[in-house]
DNA sequence: AATTTAATCTGAGCGTGCTCATTTTTACTT
DNA sequence: AAGTAAAAATGAGCACGCTCAGATTAAATT
């Protein structure tokens, strides 16, 4: 049982392994499961035990890539930061781990996070979305808002996200600088959004 | 001549027409090309002879929708809404346009409005794009505002109104009361975008 | 060791969206 | 009318993601 146990996780890893190159080198779309399973020594209906969707492992590697930028931000903050500092930080942590899947993201992030309603619904999609909501509200919370926000407030902020991944899986700026400006306008207006001073100041520039 | 080119026209028509009523009642993935094909009386071959794909007929619909839509926000208009009113009165008309389409319109949009780069562009989902960000230039124009809004004010736009047609698009509280509440905060936050209040350009979390 | 049970692997095959060589229909010319 | 060329329709067939009945291997039991 140690040897099959060790055999299983050591296909798994191989599957995703091989994955991510041919994802790399040809493309989400471009890349077929039967080309995934022949590269990782298997056989087609194989890889399907270990996941159950060519999107599921795509989302995978996300959300693992993910995680790991949330241990950054953990480690990289100060405390010092202030909300819309600390919720900058918490993003840039997470593009700087996507970074080497960015080729292939987009086809993947757009099928599992994706805020339509669907059919088949991708559960590692869900869980990278819940768990990013919850640590956006756990920073929120950190900075002195004691009530949660809303279910408009939580709509906007997920859409502003979804935007921002969007726009940076395609930025071709050096060292992604644009979409670094569109996160800290997209979050200064969140934190007003949430600070509930949003309400009243529009037209300005009326007529 | 003149026969058969009318002949087309009802073939194309029924194909919208057939294919809307299998969408509404199986959903959009659980509609063949070749339901739609046998139901409008054709060879599954000649359905693509009139739309290229599943998804641009679905699109088609959608974009037939939003035309109305837009007509009916011009002639509604009174010309004494503020920016806020005029872009809130502009995304419900369209909404209220697709009202007929919500029952199967998440899989439609997800894959043809998304920001998310791919490699099958769907021309009719380009079009709605660039078509709707216009007349919110145009409106917004109205408004006073000499200089266009730049990049991250209108990537700010399409994430919030993508937000928005997937909630809504979901929504079931009654009249989707909820929906109207997040399009009147989002288009609050919008124009206190581009008005340039609170925001300090960016710059400073630069690392 | 032998046998049984459970876990794992396999690839032929299904239902998709879509293509394209061929057939059929249409519109024009003589 | 007959002939011809262009336009439109056809459906067998392709590649895809994914399934599942059966084969193979590993583990547990005697």
């Given at each position: 049982m140690r040897i099959s146990e060790q055999a299983k996780q050591e296909s798994r890893s191989r599957i995703l392994e091989k994955a991510a190159e041919?994802?790399?080198?040809?493309?989400?779309?471009?890349?077929?499961?039967?080309?995934?399973?022949?590269?990782?020594?298997?056989?087609?209906?194989?890889?399907?035990?270990?996941?159950?969707?060519?999107?599921?492992?795509g989302m995978t590697m996300v959300t693992e890539a993910l995680g790991h930028g949330t241990d950054d931000f953990k480690s990289r903050r100060t405390g010092?930061?202030?909300?819309?500092e600390d919720l900058f930080l918490?993003?840039?942590?997470?593009?700087?781990?996507?970074?080497?899947?960015?080729?292939?993201?987009?086809?993947?992030?757009?099928?599992?996070?994706?805020?339509?309603?669907?059919?088949n619904v991708c559960l590692e999609g869900e869980a990278a979305r819940s768990g990013h909501l919850e640590a956006v509200q756990e920073i929120i919370s950190r900075h002195g808002f004691t009530t949660a926000p809303d279910y408009v407030a939580m709509t906007i902020y997920w859409?502003?996200?979804?935007?921002?991944l969007a726009y940076w899986t395609n930025d071709e700026s050096p060292n992604q600088?644009?979409?670094?400006?569109?996160?800290?306008?997209?979050m200064q207006f969140f934190v007003q959004v949430i600070s509930g001073n949003g309400a009243n100041t529009g037209g300005e520039h009326a007529e």
């Open positions: 041919l994802f790399t080198s040809n493309g989400f779309d471009n890349t077929t499961t039967r080309d995934i399973a022949l590269a990782a020594g298997l056989a087609t209906g194989t890889m399907f035990n270990y996941f159950p969707s060519k999107e599921t492992l010092e930061e202030d909300l819309n918490f993003i840039t942590s997470g593009l700087r781990r996507l970074q080497p899947l960015r080729p292939f993201l987009g086809p993947v992030l757009e099928r599992s996070l994706s805020a339509f309603p669907r059919k859409s502003l996200y979804l935007g921002i600088e644009d979409s670094k400006g569109l996160i800290d306008y997209s």
